[in-house]
């Protein structure tokens, strides 16, 4: 499969504990983008990276989240002390260095976040 | 006012019917637009990507954008069954910017 992998497809999580969503972007792709959807609701940006840098956070809560693509492996959006309020879908997008930055946004099929 | 409005549905049509999916924008400096398709416990998949005003077809599909008006559209022909799902219209803004601005989607369930 050469598309965007995101795992893991389900994640549970007890309030207080931390979450890791992974990411690897399709092959050749080398920025990285992650979106949250929460239910009933369109899909909201939360931060873009490239390798070993973020070049745009606006969209990430300032408190408890973090994300890194490191030069080797995949993206990892990390949660600490997760609440209720995290609950929602992840969705990792990923597109190619060319074309200065007007290259479509591939999406993988998401991590779920639930938390008791 | 959102960036970006598109009216829930959920919107049911028969089988071979022609559909019309719709969005507003707010701000004029958005440049490029985009399509996606989301199935249920799936990740949104790119229909269609459009950057001038005017149309541009795929298939079925067709996208047509009126940057005069802030309104873009999707047409899809002879509708399946297999085009029952959530349709996101999407958003970017000029250079220098790559978060795309999403609708809360369109609802379809094409009736067969």
């Known amino acids: 499969n050469a598309g965007v992998m995101q795992n893991p497809r389900h994640l549970v999580r007890r309030r207080g504990q931390e979450a890791r969503l992974r990411c690897s972007p399709m092959k050749g792709h080398s920025h990285v983008y992650w979106y949250r959807q929460l239910p009933e609701e369109g899909l909201k940006f939360m931060v873009y990276l490239q390798k070993e840098n973020i070049i745009d956070e606006s969209g990430m809560p300032k408190e408890r989240f973090s994300a890194e693509f490191p030069k080797e492996g995949p993206s990892i959006l990390r949660i600490q002390q997760v609440v209720r309020g995290d609950s929602a879908a992840y969705f990792c997008?990923?597109?190619?260095?060319?074309?200065?930055?007007?290259?479509?946004?591939?999406f993988g099929d998401g991590t779920r976040l639930s938390i008791l | 006012q959102k960036e970006v409005e598109q009216d829930p549905g959920p919107l049911s049509v028969p089988e071979g019917a022609i559909v019309s999916l719709n969005c507003t924008y707010s701000?004029?400096?958005?440049?490029?637009f985009m399509w996606y398709r989301q199935y249920s416990r799936k990740g949104p998949e790119l229909l269609m990507y459009?950057?001038?005003?005017g149309n541009k077809e795929d298939g079925r599909f067709t996208a047509q954008v009126d940057k005069s008006s802030k309104y873009i559209s999707l047409f899809i022909r002879d509708s399946q069954p297999s085009d029952s799902a959530t349709y996101l219209c999407a958003i970017k803004p000029p250079e220098g910017r790559r978060a795309l601005t999403f609708g809360s989607g369109t609802r379809l369930q094409v009736q067969p």
């Open positions: 997008a990923s597109s190619p260095p060319a074309g200065g930055g007007n290259q479509p946004q591939h």
């Open positions: 701000n004029s400096a958005f440049q490029y």
């Open positions: 459009t950057y001038s005003s």
